[in-house]
């Protein structure tokens, strides 16, 4: 998908289960973002990460956590802290400095909470 | 920081008419303004986008507009189609290392045939 690999398509979360969304780039951008989306609601900015080794809580980090351990790769995991986490979510890359030349986004995840 | 609002939240057009799309920003530091289009259940993709150096900018039936003065950009779709039926998402950036994309609510656009 353009070069941003989101995975799974779908997943099926239980009550206090932590549950982890892949997103991987081989696009080598640098800069790496996860947002949340609910109807109505647009894109809300969960994390982002401009170098390998750092990330930043975005506006809605609380419930979430993320890594950053390799350029292509940033999984985020829905903690069980986490109420209402049923959304679309997805995953973007651009390179620093360079957010003016707009991201690239993954097909994204729709996790449901059962 | 930098806030993005975006008018109307929805917009149906017959198949034919032009539809436009308004966004207001904050920061007067922003100095780049992408669209994003995203269909049902897909990711958003980059359609058009314009630069605080330029006031317009067209692609076939798109056009954004930029007005820096009144910190207002717009996104004008003529000879609307079925296909253009989506949603938009206007966003601003200041640029630099840490200038991340803001983006607007979105508007649902409906062109019925």
């Not at chain 2, 939240?9 to 289009?37: H, M, R």
């Not at chain 2, 950009?73 to 200041?94: G, K, M, N, R, W």
């Amino acid at each position: 998908d353009g070069g941003i690999t989101q995975s799974p398509k779908y997943l099926f979360r239980k009550e206090g289960q932590n549950v982890t969304l892949s997103c991987e780039q081989n696009l080598n951008h640098d800069a790496m973002y996860w947002y949340r989306q609910d109807p109505g609601q647009g894109l809300r900015l969960i994390y982002y990460s401009q170098i390998v080794n750092d990330f930043q809580k975005g506006d809605i980090a609380e419930g979430y956590s993320v890594s950053r351990e390799k350029k292509e790769s940033f999984p985020l995991t829905v903690t069980s802290a986490q109420k209402n986490p049923t959304a679309f979510y997805l995953c973007a890359s651009s390179r620093p400095g360079q957010a003016n030349y707009g991201y690239t986004f993954g097909s994204g995840t729709r996790l449901t909470v059962v | 920081g930098e806030n993005v609002e975006q008018h109307p939240s929805t917009l149906s057009v017959q198949e034919g008419d032009s539809a436009v799309i308004k966004c207001t920003y904050s920061d007067s530091a922003s100095n780049y303004f992408p669209w994003y289009k995203q269909e049902l259940g897909k990711r958003p993709q980059l359609i058009i986008d314009i630069r605080s150096n330029v006031g317009e900018k067209k692609d076939q039936r798109i056009a954004v507009t930029l007005n820096k003065t009144a910190k207002h950009f717009s996104l004008h779709i003529t000879e609307t189609q079925p296909e253009d039926s989506a949603v938009y998402f206007c966003a601003a950036s200041t640029g630099g290392s840490q200038g991340n994309l803001i983006f607007g609510k979105g508007t649902k656009l409906s062109v019925k045939p």
